[in-house]
């Protein structure tokens, strides 16, 4: 199946799938412009699965191409989350790399919104970084003071499930350039990031909680913590 066959195939499956009254849910929870068919995680991955199983993109630019394809020409929130299966297909891992970065930031500057910004943070940006610190890094700091609420919320996220491999340092830093935001999806990532490090390092997160004091957040506080 060639990239473009792919694309048009997607956008027949989930076309022809969902029901009117759950998509009319769906937008209203997720707070959404764009509208939903009315597909459930598992069905869409029922429509996606036997599309994606053969997929072999043609060239890194190919695929480029097909994921902004179905995410810029999308009419339905559904083609959004079927471009980031795209993104991280099995056969193109090879491209999680600091040639991506461009892509994944226009990704979450135009999603801006938990849904999608959370998945690309964790399977697209974070394995991206863990596997390219040299060259990612210096980003990811920029990320973390751009004016873009939602590229300063991915930098803070940038490692999750790295595990052993967190570079506290710029967790740290990241936690630290946002910690005065009150912007309740920062106090939240904050938390997030730094409950997720607690898997590996609980004493590291409890003297960071401990330093920066009333600083952080209740929410932020509460969420580094839940575990421990």
Do not use: C
Not at 104 to 117: E, I, Q, S
Request: charged residues 30%.
């Amino acid at each position: 199946m060639t990239d473009t066959e792919l694309v048009a195939a997607i956008r027949a499956g989930i076309g022809g799938a969902g029901d009117p009254e759950r998509a009319r849910a769906q937008q209203a929870y997720m707070k959404s412009e764009m509208p939903y068919r009315g597909i459930g995680s598992p069905e869409l991955r029922g429509i996606l699965k036997p599309l994606l199983r053969d997929y072999v993109p043609a060239s890194r630019e190919s695929w480029t191409a097909t994921v902004l394809e179905l995410w810029d020409g999308a009419t339905h929130r559904e083609e959004w989350y079927a471009a980031l299966d795209v993104a991280r297909h099995r056969r193109a891992r090879p491209w999680l790399d600091p040639g991506s970065l461009e892509l994944w930031r226009h990704l979450v500057v135009t999603g801006a919104w938990w849904d999608v910004v959370d998945a690309i943070d964790a399977h697209l940006v974070a394995p991206t970084l863990v596997g390219h610190r040299e060259q990612v890094t210096p980003v990811v700091r920029e990320w973390m003071v751009d004016d873009h609420l939602w590229l300063r919320r991915t930098a803070v996220l940038s490692q999750l499930g790295a595990r052993g491999e967190t570079d506290v340092d710029l967790l740290r830093d990241a936690v630290e350039r946002n910690v005065e935001d009150r912007t309740f999806w920062l106090r939240k990532a904050i938390g997030w990031a730094l409950r997720d490090h607690a898997r590996t390092d609980p004493d590291w997160v409890r003297a960071e909680v401990a330093r920066l004091g009333d600083r952080l957040s209740g929410l932020s506080r509460r969420e580094a913590l839940r575990h421990l």
